[in-house]
C-alpha cells in the first residue's frame, strides 16, 4: 500500500519484467494449475467473477469480471449469473452467454465436439455436481448443481480446478491440444509468445473493457534457481520476482528494493503419516504440535519474515480467524502426552519427508523435536519422489510438509482430501467429515462462514495436520515499479502497476 | 572393414542403442513412484479424482500400449504432448535444444582454445614455473562447482562490476548478435571450466611424452624447434587424445550444462529436463533422452571415427 | 669446419648417483675427413655422438669438457641457441632409424617440412621433386609410394634410408651418423657410402660415423677410434687402427670381424665352426699381432680353444649338423601377402601391394636358413607369416605338421614357445613401460620354464650373461638401453624360452663385432645341444655365410634362389644375390691382404670393388 | 631347464672381455636401481593434504569442536572468525569447522570408492574393448553409450528412487557417470597401442588376451588412467554437490561438503559468504592435492621420469 502513496501521477507504457520461480503450466484456462501459472495467465484469461486485488488484508472481496452480477437460487443449487456487455475475445469475436456455454460443455459435457476430457477431470472437484449449463439469453447463463454450493462465485475466481474463460474460436480451430499454443481471453494482455523454458511475452489488449493498462509489454522469464533470480533482480534485469528468501530481504532493502509485507493465503503444514501406527494416537500428534515452536521457527529460520499459523485455513481466507489457537508451544506438555502415550525419551522415531526446497525447515524441525525426545530423521527428495513418497508413505515415515491455501473456505475440504491421499481414512474421523460435508452443502448463506469455522476447529482439535507458517514477504520489486499492491491472495494484478522513470 | 563400411555399420548400431535407451526411460519413469498428476494434484485432489485424470490422459492403459503409442508419437506427433506443459514435447524442446548447442558449441570453443593452450604452456615447461602456475590456473577453475563458482562469477562481472548480463539469453527488449555474445560469456566459461582441466592436463602429459620420442628428436636435430615441432608434429600425434576428449566435452555439456544452464538461468535442454523430471512428464522426459542420446551417438560415432582416422595404424585396415 | 671434443664427460644422473657413460674422451673430425667411432656396444659411441648437438636423453648431461665445432663451444649452448647448428651445420643420422620417423605424418610430408627448414622459399613442387631426388639417391626407386607412406608401412631398411636422406639433404657441415647402414643391404650400404663420401668430397664437409662394420671403416674412413667403457682406447689413421692395432681390445675386435670364408677355412682346418677361433696357420699367417699366448689369456686360462672344442664333439660340428638330414619343421606353401595401401582419407586411391608372393620353402629341424635380398624385398614380411605374427593372404604354414595359418587363440599360443621372433626392430618391440627382466621373466613362467618367478629371474639373469649383458641391465628400461643392448634383450627374450624354430631378423645388426662372434656363437652352440632351427635374415654376408646351411634370396616378395651356403659363390646363382655378393665391402688389413687363396679367387670372380683411398 | 646353461664355450669366452668387463657399458650395481622413485615435492605435498585430510576425517568425533548437527537457530549465518565458531556457522546455526572436518568423513570416502569403482571398471572396459574385434568392442562401447546418453539427473534419479536417497545412491550415481567417461578416455588410449610392435612382441611370446591387456599395454596407459582417475575426484566431490541439490544425495542433516557446496550456492549473491565459501575452498584444495598426486603418479609409471635423477 505503501507504494500507492508514494507514487505520482501513474505513466503509460514500458515493459515490465517479472521472474517467475517456476516454470508455468499450460496457458490453457481449464488445465492451468498452480499459482505461478495464474500469476501469468490472469493477464490474458478472467473469469465470471474475480478477487478484489487490491485487498492487503483480506478476506478479499468477489468482484464482478466477466459477469456483472449473480445470485442463488434459495435452495442454493442454481446460479445465474449476468455476463459484461460489450467485452471481445483477443480475436475480436464477441463474449456472451454462448461462448460461456462453449466453455461449459467443454468441461462438462461428453456430447459436444470439443468435450476436453483432461479438463474435465480436473474441474471435477468443483463441477461434479454441476447437473445443467443453460444459457437463459444473450447475457444471462445459469448453473445447476445437485447439492446447494454457495461458494461457487468464489470458486470461480479461482486459479485451478475453475472456469475461467477462453476463447472458444481457438479450440474450434485448433483443437483442445492445441490452445494452449494460442491462449485467447479477454483479459488486459494478449498473448505474443512463449519459449518454455525462457519466457513468455505478453502485450497490452488495446481493446480492453475495464481500465487501461499501464505498462505496453509484459515478459515473464523462468528463472526457478533462487540466486540467479536475485541477481537478476539486482541487476535490473527483472521488475519483479516472486517467492524471495528471508535471507535476502535485508539485501534487496539495502538496495533500495521494494519487499512489501503481506500475506498470501496459503501456508506451510505438516501432516501426519497416517500409516504409522504411532500416529493414531492423537496425543502424539498433539504432542508434536505442543513441541513446536512456531513463533521460533518464523523468528529464525525466516529471519521474522513469516508469521506462525494456528490454524488449518491460511490467512487471507474467508473463514479464517486469526485469533483461534490449536496447541501451544509447551515441550512439557509434550513430553508429558508423549509419556502418556507410552514414549519415553527416544523412544519415538520417524522420519521428515520432504521437498528439497524445505530441507531446512525439516533440518530445524529435527532439532526442535529433539527437545523433546522425539528422532527424526530427514529424508529430501526431488519434487516428484517428494510427491510419491508423501502420497504413498512408507512405514516409518512420520511427517511430511506442505505449502498450499486459498481464499476459499472450501479449501479446508480440499486440504483434508489432500490428507486422504497420505493415508488418512476419512472414515475414522466422522466428526470432521460430518461438519466439512455440512459447510460444503449448506443452503445457508449466513451460516456457511460459521459452518466452516467449526469444521475447521472440528479438524484443529483431531491435530490431523500441523499448520505452521505463512510467509510475510514474498515478492520483490524494483524501486521504480509503482502501483503493485500484494493482496491477501495468491497473485497479484499487474495491470495497475506502472513503470517510474 | 572398410571405413565406410565401418561408419554404416556404426551408424545401423544406433538404432538399438536408442531402442534400448528408450526401453529404459520408459520403464524407470513408469516403475519408479510418483506420476505427473499425482504431482501436480495430490495436494488438493483426492486419489479418485486423481484417477479420473491418469485416465484422462491414457496413464492407465497397459504399459506396453503406452510404449508403442509413445514411439509411434515420436515420429507422427512431435514426440507426443507434454502432460504438464499441454504441447507437442519437440516443440517445447527443440527451441531449448538449439539453445544448448550454442552454449554448447561456445563452452567447447573455450575449452579447446584454452584448455590446449595452457596444457601446451605447461607441457613444455614441464615443471618449471609457467607449468606450475598455468596448470593451477585450470586446476582451480575446474574444481569449483559450477554451481557455485557461477555464482561468484556473476556476483563478481554482473552485479559488482556490472560488465555483463546476469541471466538468459537476451537483454531486455531483445538484442543483436553483441547482446547474446554478452550473455554467453560467463556460462560459456564455466561450460568449458568442467573440461578443460583433463584437457590440458592430457595435452601437458602428451607434450611431455612426444618430446621424449624418438622422431622429436630427429626434427630437433634437423633445427626445427618451437612452434613447428610443438604445433605439427606434437600436435598431430597427441591430436587422438585431443579430439577425443573434446568429443567427450561437447557430449558431457548437452546434458552436463545442466548445472550452467540453471545458474545462468540459460533456456536449454538441460532445464528443460530438469523440469520435466520434477514434473515427472513422461512423454517430455521421454523425448529429452532419447534427443540427447542420438546427440551423444552421433557425437561419439564422430569422435571415433575422427580418432580412428588419425590414427595410421587403424586406418588402413 | 671441424668438431673438435676435448675431455667430455657424460652422465646420467647427478651427484652420488651419476653414472658416467662417457669418461674423458677427446678427438676431433677436420674439414673433409671421414672419422670413424668404432666400439663395445654400449660403451658410449652414440651417447658421444647425441652430445653434440645437445639432444641427450633428458636424464643425462655433459658434465665436463668441451665440444667446439668451427670455433663455437656447444656445451652449455641452450636449446634455442644450439638450433642454429642443427641441421644446417651439422646433420645427424640416429642409430635407430626406425622410430625415428613421426609415425603419424606420411614419409614425403616430413621430408618436404625438412627441406622447406633449410630452404624457406622453395615452392612446394620443387620441394617434392627436391624430395624424390634424394630418395633415388639413397636409393629408394618407387619414390611417389614410399613419399605417400606412413613410416611403420616401410622396411627397416627404407626408414634408414630415408632417415639418411633428411639428415644429408642440406649437405651440413658436419654429418653425424649412428651406425646409418645397419638395415642396408649390401648393394644400397655401398651405395649410400658412396654418396656420402661424394658429399664430403664435393662439398668439403666430414662426415662422423659410427660403425660396426669394419667393412664400412676400411671403405670409408681416413681416421678411426675405438671405444670402450667410455674411453677411446685407441685412435689413428685408418691403416694403422686396422693393419697395427695397438689395443688389446682392438685386436680383439678386429679379430672377432666374420669375413667370407672363414667357416670353410675352418671346416677345412677341421675346426669348429665358431667365430673368434682360427686355423692356426691362418692366424699365424695373417701375422696378427694377437699371439696366442694373449689369445689363451683372454679365454680365461683354459686350454687352447681350439682342440678343446674339437675335443668336444670329436667331429667338426657345424659339418656334422648342417649334414644331418633333419626333417622338415617349418613348411612354407604358396604364402602371399597383400597390404592394402591407399583408400580413404589417404588423398590416394586404394590398392593393393604384394609384399611376399607365392613363396614356398622348408626348414629343416636343427637346420640354419638364412634369407636375403634387397632392403623391401619382404624378408620381414615373410618372417612374421612364418611366424604367425601376420595373417596370410593365401598359402599355408605348417610347423611341425601343425597348419599354423589355420591355428587360432588357443591352439596358436600353445605353439607359441615353440617358435620365437628376434625383431628386427628390437627398440619398439620391446615394452617402454615393463624393465627388461620382466620382459624376459614372463614369458618363462607363463610357459611353466620357470616353476616360479625366483627361478625365473635366475634364469633371465643367465640368458642375460649370455647375450653379455651384465645382470645390472635386469631392472633397465628399455630407453636406457644402448641400441645394441635392446637387440640383445630380444634375444635373450627369445632364446630363453628354448624354442624349436628361432626366427631372427637381422639380430646382429647393432652389436659391435666382438658381441656379435659372442652371439652368433652362442646361436651355434644352442643349435648344436638342443638341435634348434633358426630362419635368419641378415644383410651381413659373411654372417650369413658362416651360420647359415642353407640360403634363400628375396627379391620383390618372390623367392628367386635358394642354395646350400657352400654354393654361395656357384655360378648359377640369381642376378641380385650376385649383385649383393659384388657390393660386400672387404676389410683393408694390409697384412690380412693374403687371405686364402680360395676366398681371394672368389672375390675376383665377384668383381672386387676398389677400395677407398 | 638344464638346457640352456652356458654353453660349451671356451670358444665363447674367447671373444669376451677381459674378466669384470663384460660388455654392456658403465658399471653399476643393479640393486640400487630398483624403484628408486624420487618422490617430488609436489606427490609429498599431495601426499600430506590427502592424509591430513583422512586423518580429520578419521578422527572427526575427537577434533571437531562441535557435534556437525549441533544447530542454534539463533546463531545462525555467523561470518568467519567468530568467537566460539572460527568458521562460522550455517543456516542452522550449526559449527561450519566442525562440519568440514565431518563432512571428509563421507565426501572424501564416497569419491574415493566411486572413482576407484569406475576406473577399475572403465579401465577393464576399455582394454577390453581396445583389444577385441569389432563384436565385442562394439558391444561394450555401445553399451557405454547408452549410459552415457542417459542424463545423469535421470539415471540418478533412477537409483535414488529404487535404493532410496543416501550415500549409495551418491556412490553409485558417480560411478554411473564416471565409468563411461575413463571407458572412452582410456579406450582412445588403449587403440593407439594396439598394433605397436611390441603387442606383437607379447603375441609371439605366447601372451594371451588379458595378459596382453594387464601385463603389457596397462602399464603404457597407466599414467594416463591415473591422471584422468585422480581428476576426478575433486569433479565428483563436486559432482555430488549437484546430486544433493536435487535431493538425491546424503540426507540431512549429517554434514557433506557436497551438500554445504550446494547450500552455500543458495546465499552467494545473499552475502553469506562464509557459509557460501569455505566448503568450496576445502574441496578445492583436496581436488588440487589429488591433482597433484594424479601428476605425481603419472611420473612414477613413465621410467623417462622414474630414474630421472635430477
Ligand atoms: N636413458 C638412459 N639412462 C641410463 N642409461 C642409459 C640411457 N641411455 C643409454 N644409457 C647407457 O649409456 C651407455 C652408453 O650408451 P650408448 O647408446 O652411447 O651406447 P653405444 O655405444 O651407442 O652402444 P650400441 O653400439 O649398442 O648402440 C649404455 O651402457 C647405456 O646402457
Ligand atoms: N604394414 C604394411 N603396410 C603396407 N606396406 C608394408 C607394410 N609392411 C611392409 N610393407 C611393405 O612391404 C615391403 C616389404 O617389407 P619388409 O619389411 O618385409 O622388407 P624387408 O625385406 O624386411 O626389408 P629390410 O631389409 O629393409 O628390413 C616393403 O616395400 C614395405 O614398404
Ligand atoms: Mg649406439
Ligand atoms: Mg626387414
Redo the contacts between chains.
Keep these: 500500500e505503501d507504494t500507492q502513496a508514494a507514487a505520482g501521477e501513474p505513466q503509460y507504457g514500458g ?1 515490465l ?1 517479472v521472474g517467475l520461480y517456476l ?1 508455468p ?2 496457458l ?1 484456462p481449464h ?1 492451468q ?2 499459482w505461478e501459472t495464474y500469476r501469468v495467465s490472469n493477464n490474458i484469461f478472467e473469469g465470471l467473477t474475480r478477487e478484489d486485488t487490491t485487498d492487503t488484508t483480506g478476506p478479499t472481496e468477489i468482484q464482478p469480471a466477466l459477469a456483472t452480477d449473480w445470485s442463488v437460487s434459495d435452495d442454493g443449487t442454481t446460479w445465474t449469473f449476468d455476463l459484461r456487455d460489450g467485452v471481445t475475445f483477443h480475436d475480436g469475436s464477441d463474449w456472451n452467454a454462448e461462448a460461456l456455454d462453449k466453455n461449459v460443455r467443454r468441461i462438462s459435457d461428453p456430447t459436444y465436439e470439443f468435450y476436453d ?2 479438463s ?3 474441474l ?2 468443483w463441477f461434479g455436481t454441476l447437473t445443467s449449463g443453460t444459457v437463459v439469453d444473450d447475457d444471462t447463463y445459469q448453473f445447476a448443481f445437485s447439492k446447494p454450493f454457495l461458494g461457487f462465485p468464489r470458486i470461480l475466481a479461482q486459479s ?2 475453475t472456469l475461467t474463460i477462453g476463447n472458444p474460436a481457438v479450440w474450434e480451430q485448433y483443437g483442445n ?1 492445441g490452445f ?2 494460442h491462449p485467447e481471453g479477454t483479459g488486459p494482455y494478449k498473448f505474443v509468445s512463449r ?5 513468455i511475452e505478453l502485450e497490452k489488449n488495446e481493446e480492453y473493457w475495464g481500465d487501461e493498462p499501464y505498462v505496453d509489454t509484459i ?1 515473464f ?5 533462487n ?3 536475485l ?2 533482480l ?2 535490473g ?1 527483472l521488475d519483479l520476482i516472486s517467492y524471495v528468501q528471508p535471507e535476502d530481504v535485508e539485501t534487496l532493502e539495502a538496495q533500495g528494493f521494494q519487499v512489501p509485507e503481506g500475506t498470501g493465503s496459503s501456508l506451510l503444514y505438516i501432516s501426519y503419516n497416517f500409516t504409522n501406527p504411532a500416529f493414531e494416537d492423537v496425543r502424539v500428534r498433539q504432542a508434536l504440535i505442543h513441541g513446536l515452536d512456531r513463533q521460533k521457527l518464523a523468528d529464525e529460520l525466516y529471519n521474522g519474515y513469516a508469521e506462525p499459523q494456528y490454524s488449518f485455513q491460511p490467512p487471507g481466507n474467508e473463514a479464517y480467524d486469526p485469533e483461534v489457537r490449536d496447541f501451544e508451544y509447551d515441550p512439557e506438555k509434550a513430553i508429558a502426552l508423549l509419556e502418556e502415550a507410552g514414549y519415553g525419551e527416544g523412544d519415538l522415531a520417524f522420519t521428515i519427508v520432504v521437498d528439497v526446497a524445505n530441507q531446512n525447515t525439516a533440518e530445524w524441525l529435527q532439532s526442535q523435536y529433539k527437545e523433546i525426545g522425539v528422532d527424526v530423521e530427514i529424508v529430501s527428495l ?4 517428494y ?6 508413505p512408507e512405514e516409518n515415515d512420520g511427517l511430511s510438509l ?1 505449502e ?1 491455501g486459498g481464499t476459499y473456505a472450501e479449501w479446508l475440504s ?2 483434508f ?2 490428507l ?2 497420505k493415508g488418512l481414512d476419512p472414515a475414522d474421523f466422522p466428526e470432521i467429515t460430518g461438519a466439512i460435508d455440512a459447510a460444503a452443502s449448506t443452503a445457508d448463506p449466513d451460516a456457511r462462514i460459521d459452518l466452516w469455522k467449526s469444521a475447521e476447529e472440528t479438524l484443529r482439535n483431531e491435530a490431523v495436520v500441523i499448520p505452521t507458517v505463512n510467509l510475510t514477504r514474498y515478492y520483490a520489486l524494483g524501486s521504480n515499479v509503482e502501483g503493485f499492491v500484494w493482496p491477501a491472495t495468491n497473485w497479484y494484478d499487474l495491470s495497475k502497476v506502472w513503470l517510474a522513470d | ?4 563400411k ?1 561408419i554404416g ?1 556404426r551408424l545401423v ?1 544406433i538404432l ?3 531402442l ?2 528408450s526401453v ?2 520408459f520403464l ?1 519413469g513408469r516403475l ?4 505427473p498428476i ?10 479418485e ?2 484417477e ?2 491418469r ?3 491414457g496413464l492407465n492403459l497397459p504399459l506396453w500400449q503406452q510404449y508403442v503409442k509413445w514411439i509411434g508419437d515420436l515420429f507422427v506427433a512431435g514426440g507426443g ?1 507434454s502432460i ?4 507437442p514435447v519437440f ?2 524442446l527443440w ?2 535444444f538449439l ?1 544448448t548447442l550454442v552454449l554448447t558449441a561456445a563452452g567447447v570453443l573455450i575449452c579447446a582454445v584454452v584448455g590446449i593452450a595452457i596444457g601446451t604452456v605447461a607441457g613444455a615447461h614441464h615443471r618449471r614455473f609457467a607449468d ?1 602456475f598455468s ?2 590456473f585450470v ?2 577453475g ?8 557461477g ?2 562469477l ?2 563478481i562481472f ?2 559488482q562490476l ?1 560488465w555483463l ?5 537476451q ?3 531483445g538484442g543483436g548478435f553483441g547482446d547474446l555474445l554478452a550473455h554467453l560469456i560467463l556460462p560459456g566459461i564455466s561450460a568449458a571450466l568442467i573440461s578443460m ?2 584437457l590440458a ?2 595435452v601437458r ?1 602428451g607434450i611431455v ?1 612426444e618430446k ?4 622429436y ?10 612452434l ?1 615441432l610443438l604445433g ?2 606434437v600436435g ?2 597427441i ?3 585431443v579430439v ?2 573434446i568429443g ?1 566435452e561437447i ?2 555439456l548437452i ?2 550444462v ?2 550452467v544452464e ?4 540459460w ?2 535442454i ?6 520435466a ?4 512428464d513422461y512423454p517430455l ?1 521421454q523425448g ?2 532419447v534427443l ?3 546427440c ?2 552421433v557425437v ?1 560415432l564422430v569422435t ?1 571415427v575422427a ?10 585396415r | 669446419m671441424t668438431l673438435q671434443v676435448s675431455d667430455l664427460v657424460v652422465e646420467f644422473g647427478t651427484g652420488d648417483d651419476a653414472v658416467r657413460v662417457v669418461d674423458g674422451i677427446s678427438f676431433s673430425v677436420a674439414a673433409g675427413e671421414t672419422f670413424a667411432l668404432v666400439g663395445e656396444s654400449g660403451s658410449g659411441k652414440s651417447i658421444t655422438a647425441a652430445s653434440v ?1 645437445g ?1 641427450l ?2 636424464s643425462a648431461r655433459v658434465a665436463s669438457g668441451s665440444i667446439r665445432l668451427g670455433g663455437s663451444e656447444l656445451v652449455g649452448l641452450s ?2 641457441e644450439l ?6 651445420q ?3 643420422v ?1 642409430q ?1 632409424p626406425l ?7 606420411e614419409v614425403g610430408n616430413q621430408l618436404r ?2 627441406i622447406g ?2 630452404e624457406p622459399d622453395l615452392p612446394r613442387v620443387s620441394r617434392e621433386a627436391l624430395a624424390v631426388e634424394w630418395l633415388g639417391r639413397v636409393g629408394i626407386k618407387d619414390a611417389p609410394r614410399v613419399l605417400g607412406s ?1 613410416p ?2 616401410l622396411s627397416g631398411g627404407m626408414r634408414q634410408r630415408v ?1 639418411i636422406a ?2 644429408s639433404l ?1 649437405q651440413p657441415a658436419l654429418l653425424i651418423a649412428d651406425e646409418p647402414t645397419t638395415a642396408l643391404d649390401a648393394v644400397i650400404q655401398k651405395q649410400i657410402l658412396d654418396l656420402l663420401r661424394n658429399v664430403i668430397r664435393t662439398t668439403g664437409s666430414s662426415l662422423f660415423i659410427i660403425t660396426h662394420d669394419f667393412g664400412v671403416v676400411s671403405y670409408v674412413a681416413d681416421r678411426v677410434a675405438v671405444m670402450r667403457d667410455g674411453r677411446l682406447v685407441e685412435q689413428g689413421d685408418r691403416e694403422q687402427v686396422l693393419a697395427a692395432p695397438q689395443d688389446a681390445y682392438t685386436r680383439e675386435l678386429i679379430e672377432a670381424v666374420p669375413e667370407i670364408g672363414t667357416r670353410f677355412a675352418l671346416e677345412r682346418a677341421g675346426l669348429p665352426r665358431r667365430l673368434g677361433v682360427r686355423a692356426p696357420d691362418w692366424a699365424v699367417g695373417s701375422g696378427s699381432p694377437v699371439d696366442s699366448a694373449d689369445r689363451a689369456d683372454q679365454v680365461g686360462g683354459a686350454a687352447p680353444a681350439v682342440p678343446v672344442a674339437g675335443a668336444a664333439s670329436g667331429v667338426p660340428r657345424g659339418e656334422a649338423a648342417s649334414a644331418r638330414p633333419g626333417e622338415p619343421l617349418v613348411v612354407v606353401e604358396r604364402a602371399r601377402k597383400e597390404f ?7 588423398g590416394e586411391s586404394r590398392r593393393s601391394f604384394l609384399a611376399v608372393d607365392d613363396v614356398s620353402l622348408e626348414i629343416r629341424r636343427g637346420e640354419v636358413f638364412g634369407l636375403i635380398g634387397e632392403s623391401g624385398s619382404g624378408k620381414s614380411t615373410f618372417a612374421r607369416l612364418a611366424g604367425g605374427l601376420l595373417p596370410l593372404t593365401s598359402g599355408t604354414v605348417t610347423f611341425d605338421g601343425q597348419p599354423l595359418s589355420a591355428l587360432k587363440g588357443r591352439g596358436l599360443r600353445a605353439l607359441r614357445p615353440r617358435f620365437q621372433y628376434v625383431f628386427q626392430d628390437a627398440t619398439s618391440s620391446l615394452n617402454p613401460r615393463v624393465s627388461v627382466g620382466e620382459q624376459i621373466v614372463r614369458p618363462l613362467v607363463r610357459f611353466g620354464k620357470a616353476p616360479s618367478v625366483r627361478a625365473g629371474r635366475a634364469r633371465a639373469a643367465e640368458v642375460l650373461d649370455l647375450v653379455q649383458l651384465p645382470t645390472g641391465t635386469f631392472d633397465r628400461f628399455p ?1 636406457e638401453l644402448s641400441g645394441g643392448q635392446g637387440q640383445r634383450i630380444g634375444i635373450a627374450r627369445a632364446l630363453a624360452l628354448e624354442p624349436d624354430l628361432l626366427i631372427l631378423d637381422e639380430p646382429t645388426s647393432a652389436l659391435d663385432v666382438s658381441t656379435q662372434a659372442a652371439i652368433l656363437n652362442l646361436l651355434l652352440d644352442l643349435r648344436e645341444q638342443l638341435d634348434l632351427s633358426y630362419l635368419f635374415i641378415g644383410h651381413n654376408l659373411a654372417v650369413i655365410e658362416f651360420v647359415c646351411d642353407r640360403i634363400g634370396v628375396l627379391e620383390a616378395g618372390r623367392l628367386v634362389d635358394v642354395f646350400d651356403a657352400h654354393e654361395l659363390f656357384a655360378p648359377g646363382r640369381s642376378p641380385v644375390t650376385r649383385a649383393l655378393l659384388g657390393a660386400i665391402l672387404p676389410i683393408e688389413r694390409s697384412a690380412v691382404g693374403a687371405v686364402d687363396g680360395e676366398l681371394e679367387g672368389l672375390t675376383e670372380t665377384t668383381e672386387p670393388q676398389p677400395v677407398a683411398g | 631347464m638344464a638346457l640352456l646353461q652356458k654353453p660349451s664355450g671356451e670358444a665363447l669366452a674367447a671373444v669376451r672381455g677381459p674378466a669384470g668387463s663384460r660388455a654392456g657399458g658403465p658399471r653399476r650395481s643393479g640393486a640400487r636401481r630398483r624403484s628408486r622413485a624420487r618422490v617430488n615435492a ?1 606427490v609429498v605435498l599431495a601426499l600430506v593434504i590427502i592424509a591430513a585430510f583422512l586423518a580429520l576425517a578419521l578422527f572427526a568425533p575427537l577434533i571437531a569442536p562441535y557435534a556437525p548437527d549441533a544447530a542454534d537457530a539463533g546463531q545462525k549465518y555467523l561470518p568467519f572468525g567468530s568467537s566460539g565458531h572460527v568458521f562460522g556457522t550455517d543456516e542452522q546455526g550449526r559449527d561450519i569447522l566442525s562440519r568440514l572436518i565431518w563432512g571428509g568423513r563421507t565426501s572424501m570416502v564416497v569419491a574415493l570408492i566411486a572413482v576407484a569403482a569406475s576406473t577399475l571398471v572403465g579401465a577393464t572396459l576399455a582394454l577390453v574393448a581396445g583389444f577385441s574385434g ?1 563384436r565385442v568392442a ?1 558391444l561394450i ?2 553399451t557405454i ?2 549410459m ?7 539415471a540418478a ?2 537409483f535414488a ?2 535404493l532410496g536417497p543416501g550415500l549409495t545412491v551418491v556412490v553409485l550415481a558417480i560411478v554411473f557417470v564416471a565409468t563411461p ?1 575413463v571407458t ?2 582410456v579406450f ?2 588403449v ?2 597401442h ?3 610392435e611390441y603387442v606383437e612382441a607379447a603375441v609371439s611370446l605366447g601372451a594371451g588376451f588379458w595378459s596382453i591387456l594387464f601385463r603389457e599395454v596397462l602399464p603404457n596407459v597407466a ?2 588412467i591415473v ?2 582417475a585422480t ?1 576426478l575426484v ?2 565428483m566431490i ?1 559432482f555430488s ?2 546430486i544433493s ?1 536435487l535431493g538425491i544425495g546424503v540426507q540431512p542433516p549429517e554434514a557433506d561438503w557436497g551438500r554445504m ?2 547450500e ?2 543458495k546465499v ?2 545473499s552475502g553469506n559468504v562464509t557459509v ?1 565459501l569455505l566448503p ?1 575452498l576445502v ?2 584444495v583436496v ?2 592435492a589429488f ?1 597433484w598426486l ?2 605425481g603418479l ?1 611420473d612414477v609409471f ?1 621410467p ?1 621420469k622414474r630414474r630421472s635423477r635430477s
Design positions: 515493459d519484467v516454470e503450466l499450460a490453457d488445465r494449475g498452480y476430457e483432461s474435465a477431470a480436473k471435477k472437484q485451478m480446478a491440444d494452449a499454443d519459449t518454455v523454458g525462457d519466457r515478459t522469464r523462468i528463472i526457478p534457481n540466486q540467479t533470480r541477481a537478476s539486482l541487476s534485469e526431488d519434487r516428484t519422489s510427491i510419491a513418497r508423501a502420497y504413498g506442505d498450499y480440499q486440504g482430501a489432500g486422504a491421499g | 572393414m572398410g571405413t565406410l565401418h555399420w548400431n538399438p542403442v536408442l534400448i535407451v529404459l526411460t524407470i519408479t513412484p510418483g506420476d499425482q504431482g501436480q494434484y495430490a495436494r488438493t485432489f483426492s486419489p479424482q486423481i479420473g485424470i485416465d484422462a490422459y504432448r504438464v506443459q499441454e504441447a516443440d517445447i527451441p531449448n539453445n606450475r596448470m593451477l586446476q582451480v575446474s574444481n569449483l562447482s559450477v554451481y557455485w563458482f555464482l561468484i556473476i556476483w554482473a552485479l556490472k548480463p546476469v541471466s538468459g539469453m537483454s531486455r527488449g582441466l583433463v592436463r592430457f602429459i611424452q621424449q620420442s624418438d622422431y628428436k630427429t626434427f630437433a636435430s634437423q633445427g626445427a624447434g618451437g613447428s605439427k608434429h598431430r600425434n591430436l587422438p587424445p577425443n576428449i567427450l557430449g558431457t546434458t552436463g545442466l548445472f540453471s545458474v545462468f538461468n533456456p536449454g538441460g532445464t528443460q529436463l530438469l523440469n523430471v520434477n514434473g515427472k522426459i529429452g533422452v540427447i542420446a542420438l551423444y551417438l561419439n571415433d580418432v580412428d582416422a588419425l590414427n595410421p595404424r587403424l586406418r588402413r | 648437438l639432444l636423453p633428458d636449446a634455442r638450433r642454429r647448428f642443427r641441421g644446417s651439422v646433420g645427424m640416429f635407430n622410430a625415428s620417423l613421426d609415425p603419424s605424418f617440412e625438412i627448414l633449410h606412413y611403420h608401412e632417415m633428411i639428415a642440406s592394402v595401401v591407399g583408400g580413404i582419407g589417404t630407453h | 609436489q569389432d562394439g562401447m555401445r553409450d547408452v552415457f546418453a542417459f542424463p545423469v539427473i535421470i534419479l533412477a528412487i529404487i567417461y572412452r578416455v582412445a588410449e587403440k593407439r594396439r598394433g605397436r599414467g594416463q591422471v584422468y581428476g575433486g569433479a563436486v554437490s549437484s541439490a557446496i550446494s552455500g550456492a552467494i549473491i557460501a568450496g574441496v578445492l581436488a588440487l591433482n594424479g601428476d603419472n613413465d623417462h
